[in-house]
Each structure stands twice: as structure tokens, then as C-alpha cells.
Nanobody, 118 residues
Framework: QVQPVESGGGLVQAGGSLRLSCVAS????????VAWYRQAPGKQRELVAQ???????NYADSVKGRFTISRDSARNTVFLQMSSLKPEDTAVYYC????????????WGQGTQVTVSS
């Protein structure tokens, strides 16, 4: 089992920055893909950013140029650097780790709240 634990959320003014962290405990070796999702009140969970394999990154159009995803495999940690935050970025942010073992298995964290005030 892999248990992701997110941290770094909080309250920030529009235009500010936050860095989210996701630390994987348990059987965290050989994590293939990592991603950050978010879910705003009344909305579906959406993909924010992901790293496929070692280096291929993808971003939602709404965060391109403002957010950066990175991973430190040696420390089993995934980061999401968020800059130029907007009120519409307010959501619970979730870390998803994915391992392949005959099939892909997803491991989700509990989420961390990000609130951007105008």
C-alpha cells in the first residue's frame, strides 16, 4: 500500500503563491506516474497537472504558465508550485500516485485546502 499525504495548503491573496507537497509512505518504490487534482465546491474533481514516467508533464489549460509540478523520487515527494493564484483556484487539492502491477493502481491522499481571496 502507498499512502500519499499532502501539505502546504492555506489561505492566500490573489496573486500570491503556495507550494503543495505530497509525501508517499508505505510501498512507495516504483511509483510510475504522479498527479495533482482539485475539486471545488459543487464541481467535479479535475486534473491540474501530472508527470508521466520520469519527465513528461501535462497541465490543465487554466493553470499553464502559473503552476509547476515536480517530483523528487529520492524523497518520494511530489510538489506543485502555484503562482499568480486566482480566486477560481480555490479548491481541495489531491495528490494521486500511480503504480503499475499488472494494471495501474491509483493511490489518493486526503487533500489539502487552498483558498484564494480576492
Amino acid at each position: 500500500q502507498v499512502q500519499p499525504v499532502e501539505s502546504g495548503g492555506g489561505l492566500v491573496q490573489a496573486g500570491g503563491s503556495l507550494r503543495l507537497s505530497c509525501v508517499a509512505s508505505g510501498s512507495s518504490s516504483s511509483i510510475n506516474n504522479v498527479a495533482w487534482y482539485r475539486q471545488a465546491p459543487g464541481k467535479q474533481r479535475e486534473l491540474v497537472a501530472q508527470i508521466i514516467g520520469d519527465s513528461t508533464t501535462n497541465y490543465a489549460d487554466s493553470v499553464k504558465g502559473r503552476f509547476t509540478i515536480s517530483r523528487d523520487s529520492a524523497r518520494n515527494t511530489v510538489f506543485l508550485q502555484m503562482s499568480s493564484l486566482k480566486p477560481e483556484d480555490t479548491a481541495v487539492y489531491y495528490c494521486r500516485l500511480q503504480k503499475f502491477n499488472s494494471a495501474y493502481v491509483n493511490y489518493w491522499g486526503q487533500g489539502t485546502q487552498v483558498t484564494v481571496s480576492s
